[in-house]
């Protein structure tokens, strides 16, 4: 970074949620609930997929890192101290730390659900050569190049980030540092970084979009060539309610970076980034794990299993 950045602004001012002062301690206990099911909720699932061997396969795999994701990307503890401490600055390199995991988390999020709706049209399209196809070793190659891809997706926003300067206002409407409310701040050009966001992170949302709506088709196909009651059911039951978070995360992120309705920051962009960033990461255990019949013998095992230890 180079130190005219640093020389023009030293930290930033997070203003937080929009609500009351009366109000504070109300939304501190909600977020910190909700923050605390994320963590929780995520850390079991990894725990369990790593104790039960019979949760060793390649969706599970792909499940354990899309935990892992949400329980790291989630900007909620700065928000948290902000409104129990009232003190709102961040430093700028703090800002930037935390807008690159950001991007880090939110594009790996990406690549996984796309990931993960490979695996599924795999599992129901091609039911016998399900294990050949999906080898561990194209599993790693699958979870590695998603996160080397997000990494360096991230590290091409910071390195542009960083050639920006800030003259006079620092105050950031918003509860963590995004970089499309940034780039309304800074006084310098910005058309780079704004074409760069729009061409390259709209390849890599459209790529994995395509992909997790082609499998989806795939396998609605497949299952209405021989249809029965019982078949559309389950299959509704388990896509339906991921499919729900799949348009409710690429809904929130196009409206933000896609379709922004004036260049003032508004409240439904903070509603937005509240759902992609603290909701979808909350539904992570219910949706994918917790419903599912392995995950709950699972957990019964572990639970039966803690009972034995603590007697």
């Given at each position: ?14 203003l937080g949620l ?78 930037v730390s935390q ?178 960033t603290v909701v ?32």
């Amino acid at each position: 970074m180079r130190s005219e950045n640093q020389s023009s602004v030293s930290e930033f001012f997070l203003l937080g949620l929009p609500i009351r002062p009366e109000e504070q301690s109300v939304f501190f206990a909600l977020f910190l609930g909700m923050y605390l099911t994320i963590v929780l909720g995520n850390l079991l699932i990894i725990l369990l997929l790593r104790l039960d061997s019979h949760l060793h396969t390649p969706m599970y795999f792909f499940v354990s890192h899309l935990a892992l994701s949400h329980v790291s990307f989630s900007s909620v503890p700065k928000m948290l101290m902000n409104m129990q401490t009232q003190q709102l600055s961040i430093s700028y390199v703090g800002c930037v730390s935390q807008m690159y995991f950001f991007i880090l988390f939110v594009c790996l999020d990406n690549f996984l659900l796309a990931v993960m709706a490979y695996d599924r049209y795999v599992a129901v399209c091609h039911p016998l050569h399900y294990t050949t196809v999906m080898r561990k070793e194209l599993c790693v190659l699958l979870v590695a190049g998603s996160w080397f891809f997000s990494c360096a997706h991230a590290l091409l926003h910071t390195v542009l980030f960083s050639h920006l300067s800030f003259c006079a206002d620092n105050t950031i409407p918003h509860f963590f540092c995004d970089l499309t409310v940034l780039l309304k701040l800074t006084c310098s050009d910005t058309s780079l970084n704004e074409l760069v966001i729009f061409i390259e992170g709209g390849v890599f949302a459209f790529l994995s979009f395509t992909t997790i709506l082609g499998s989806y088709i795939c396998i609605g196909v497949t299952i209405l060539r021989v249809p029965s009651i019982k078949r559309i059911c389950k299959a509704l039951s388990t896509c339906g309610s991921h499919l729900f978070v799949v348009f409710l995360y690429y809904g929130t992120l196009a409206m933000i970076y896609f379709f922004p309705s004036s260049n003032s920051f508004k409240v439904k962009d903070i509603i937005a980034s509240v759902m992609y960033t603290v909701v979808t990461p909350m539904l992570n255990p219910f949706i994918y794990s917790l419903r599912n019949r392995d995950m709950k013998l699972a957990l019964g095992v572990l639970y039966r299993r803690g009972i034995i230890f603590a007697t």
